[in-house]
């Protein structure tokens, strides 16, 4: 019997209109264009402003491009995974609301939550899914509203995050030595003091105490969360390097987590890898935390060959991380040419 593996055939994405400048931020907060570019190597991000509008809006967008530009069936459709630390609501889930805009008929949904490693996580799970031989086709997105928890009078991180979405289409393959190979993937479990949402949750539901001491906003440590980026990150790539013979010179393509430019080239000194190898877009796009890593591969999939050796790194709240080695399926160049 053949071996069915999974293979990402199409990337869509989607960045709102809006353009959060470093200048513009100056006049929000104490900080300036030079402090910001020094520190975390973001010029700009882009924000969902409209009213009334979230992470499901991003996601469909995305999805919606990457149904167009691949030409797949909307029916032949299994399965649809969204992946977000910032859901439109509690319930129903926003992969529910997604699903329903498309109009995909015969899949379900649901979605998954790992930070700012959620698409690293994913992509694994649906990977595993079509393994198994009981699905073909599955829609993996990555998105988050990072506006909707960013306290915009904290400089510290409010200079960090935008908003956006990014979307594959994996399928099923009986074609060798491309596709989803393995991963490393763990949990600290020890980052809950260092990087959090204090209230919204059962421990502390919301009440007019959690929003009036401005409780509903992101916090972060982050110099403990630096160091515990860079160290796990890069141990994560050598270890998948190890585990599949490669050698430096073996790696075509790293796509980090965009959290930080700095954290970014410190992974890949401690790695030994070439930066020219490490896809970067956070300098315009922000963090945007699980959409990072699709929205990299968006916009580098001109670049990317069939047979190219690629590494997805990530690390987030919780201190989830771990990287996967990928074998790519497709000639990119020709993919964009057709959106």
């Known amino acids: ?35 910001i570019t020094t520190r975390v ?30 030409g797949v069936d909307p029916d032949s459709i299994d399965a649809l995974i969204v992946t977000t630390t910032t859901p439109d609501y509690k319930f129903p889930s926003t992969a529910s609301i997604v699903l329903g805009k498309l109009g995909l008929n015969n899949a379900f949904a649901f979605d998954f939550e790992a930070a700012c490693c959620g698409f690293l996580y994913s992509l694994d799970v649906a990977a595993s899914m079509i393994q198994s031989g009981r699905y073909k086709k599955i829609i993996v997105i990555g998105a988050d509203k990072m506006s909707s928890l960013v306290d ?3 400089r510290a991180t409010c200079v960090l995050f935008g908003d956006g ?7 099923a393959t009986t074609e060798e030595n491309i596709g989803v190979q393995n991963s490393f993937l763990r949990t600290d479990g020890k980052g809950l003091p260092f990087l959090h949402m204090k209230a919204g949750g059962s421990v502390c539901p919301p009440s007019h105490f959690t929003v009036d001491h401005r409780l509903h906003y992101l916090y972060q440590e982050g110099r403990t969360v630096f160091r515990y980026a860079v160290t796990d990150m890069s141990k994560d790539i050598l270890e998948v390097m190890k585990n599949n013979n490669l050698t430096n010179s073996d790696v075509d393509w790293i ?12 992974v890949a000194k401690h790695a030994n890898l070439a930066i020219d190898k490490v896809v970067i877009n956070i300098d315009h796009y922000g963090n945007t935390s699980a959409a990072t890593i699709p ?28 990287a996967s080695f990928y074998k790519w399926a497709y000639d990119g160049a020709s993919a964009v040419a057709k959106k």
């Open 1 to 35: 019997m053949e071996k069915i593996n999974a293979i990402i055939t199409g990337v869509g994405g989607y960045v709102p209109d809006y353009v959060l400048s470093n200048e513009e931020l100056a006049r929000m907060v104490d900080t300036s264009d030079e402090w």
């Open 41 to 70: 190597g973001i010029k700009e991000r882009r924000i969902l402003t409209e009213e009334g509008l979230g992470t499901s809006y991003m996601a469909r967008k995305a999805a919606k491009q990457l149904i167009q530009k691949t």
């Open 152 to 154: 915009y009078t904290d």
């Open 165 to 171: 979405a990014g979307a594959v289409l994996l399928e």
């Open 255 to 266: 796509v980090p987590h965009e959290a930080n430019l700095r954290i970014i080239e410190a």
């Open 295 to 322: 929205l990299a591969l968006w916009d580098n999939e001109a670049n990317m060959k069939k047979g190219d050796n690629v590494i997805f790194t990530a690390f987030g709240a919780g201190f989830v991380h771990g």
